[in-house]
């Protein structure tokens, strides 16, 4: 059964979500440098289906045609990724022209359709020599994320209003470098912990630069799951606790709070918390990209101990089990709405007036879906999925909580990072042989919702 979706704020912001790495395409061109992500999917059995975002949605090119959709849909905003390699291709230094001069037309394309430019600076395409100098194990990656915020702020600020600074600390702590399933591929286990404290401090650099270029409506965008005991036990307990930081505090902490949790103090760079007055900085909004819950035991030999498909062989003080007794998607990622709802309703009440207004950067589903002999995407799971996400929103609002937008993720099909094209988000189906476009029926049903809300 389908969620009717109730009514939202009138102000409320109607969105999508890409990124550059996964919709671009276009590596070679426009004088863009190589990034941490090119490396990675060259890595034999790095990716599942030995793809590469070389092509993916060829986005570089087909962005009018993507904005035309966007128009038609009737969004009002739409959050991309700028490529930090097509700006400085070696990740400092002065601009490349070329790459500032595809988000002008990016930029201009969608105001020209009503559409506002939302950029997230950083979403993990880190330029390949800085990723060769150490990258996000260094607190040099976070000064030069301040030097390149800058050098975009000052051109594309007088059209751009509303900024992000970077996407998912967390998934790039653990994954990438904790338990080596995406770039860079390092795995360091809990010694990846200064990369968390090194994006979060250059999170803060860009929020000074943005400041600095005029930038008024500035956020985060940060993936949050609530864990969920797997038993009442106190080992359970335990390490579902130590997860609970590693996942969320570890980084709605020092950002809402200006601490840490005490926990992990010991295991970041020395000198990590004279940066707190800088991480903490006030923003405008606070982006929240949702999932699903996690459900966590104490250390388990017998336990999934997966993440999407790959072992973690790492020796955590936790262990990851399946969420059984909810729909999953076909990414086998379970469907809990409520999650959502208790993870906002948690913000609210663990940081009060320090949280800022929330919006839901991301949220959507994996299903793998293709044009019937009809030519029609029919998508019924991804428009239960979206109504009811939706709903646990509204919920969240009832609730007192102040969500002031919702991007879903994605427009379009698009690289999945370490599953390739085998996952597919879109509102608009892609066929990756011929580029073509297909909207999909959650497209249509989007558009509807969007529309009968204004
Ligand atoms: C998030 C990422 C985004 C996308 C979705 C499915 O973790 O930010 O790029 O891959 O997951």
């Known amino acids: 059964m389908t969620r009717p979706v109730p009514r939202f704020p009138a102000d409320f912001v109607w969105g999508v979500s890409t990124a550059s790495y996964q919709i671009e395409g276009a590596i070679h061109e426009g004088g863009r440098g190589p990034t941490s992500w ?85 979403h993990w395409d880190t330029p390949l020599a800085l990723e060769d100098a150490g990258g996000w194990r260094e607190r040099d990656t976070a ?42 591929g390092l795995t360091l286990g809990l010694e990846a912990l200064p990369v968390a ?43 579902a606790g130590f997860y609970d930081i590693l996942a969320n ?39 929240i990209n949702y999932y699903n819950p996690t459900l966590v035991s104490a250390p388990d030999p017998d336990a999934a101990g997966l993440v ?46 320090r949280l800022p207004p929330v919006v839901i950067t991301e949220n959507g589903c994996a299903i793998i879906d293709g044009p019937g002999p009809d030519g029609a995407v029919h998508d019924q799971r991804r428009i239960d ?10 919920d969240a609002i009832a609730a007192g909580v102040d969500v002031r937008g919702y991007f879903h993720w994605s427009l379009m099909d698009n690289f999945e990072w370490a599953v390739g094209y085998t996952q597919r988000f879109g509102l608009v189906h892609i066929d990756y042989e011929t580029q073509k476009r297909t909207p999909k029926e959650s497209f249509a049903w989007y558009r509807d919702v969007i529309a009968a809300q204004r």
């Not at 401090?201 to 600095?212: I, M, N, P, Q, S």
């Open 143 to 184: 000064e030069r994320l301040g030097e390149y915020a800058a050098i975009v702020a000052e051109h594309l600020g007088d059209r751009v209003k509303r900024w992000i600074t970077i996407n998912e600390p967390v998934v790039l702590t653990m994954l990438g470098y904790g338990a080596g399933i995406q770039a860079p």
């Open 197 to 239: 404290h090194h994006l979060l401090l250059g999170h803060g650099r860009a929020v000074e630069a943005l400041r600095a270029a005029g930038a008024v409506d500035v956020g985060i965008a940060c993936n949050h799951a609530p864990t969920w005991p797997a038993s009442d036990a106190p080992e359970d307990l335990a390490a």
């Open 385 to 394: 999925y979206t109504a009811a996400h939706l709903g646990a929103v509204a």
């Open 308 to 353: 999407d498909g790959h072992e973690l062989d790492a020796d955590l003080p936790f262990a990851l089990q399946e969420l059984e007794g909810y729909p999953r998607t076909d990414f086998d990622w379970p469907v809990v709405p409520e999650g959502l709802t208790e993870l906002l309703v948690g913000f609210r009440e663990r940081y009060g007036d």
């Open 38 to 122: 090119d490396a990675f999917t060259a890595r034999p059995g790095a990716i599942v289906d030995g793809s590469s975002g070389e092509v993916a949605c060829d986005h570089y090119h087909r962005y009018p045609e993507d904005v035309a959709l966007m128009r038609e849909l009737g969004v009002d905003a739409y959050r991309f990724s700028i490529a930090w390699s097509r700006i400085q291709p070696d990740g400092r230094g002065p601009a490349n022209a070329e790459g500032l001069a595809f988000y002008d037309r990016l930029v201009d394309a969608l105001l020209e359709a009503g559409i506002a430019p939302t950029p997230t600076l950083f």
């Open 249 to 287: 505090t570890l980084f709605s902490d020092p950002l809402l709070l200006g601490e840490y949790p005490e926990p992990v103090v010991p295991m970041l760079p020395p000198g990590a918390l004279d940066d707190l007055p800088v991480i903490s900085a006030p923003l405008d909004f606070y982006g």
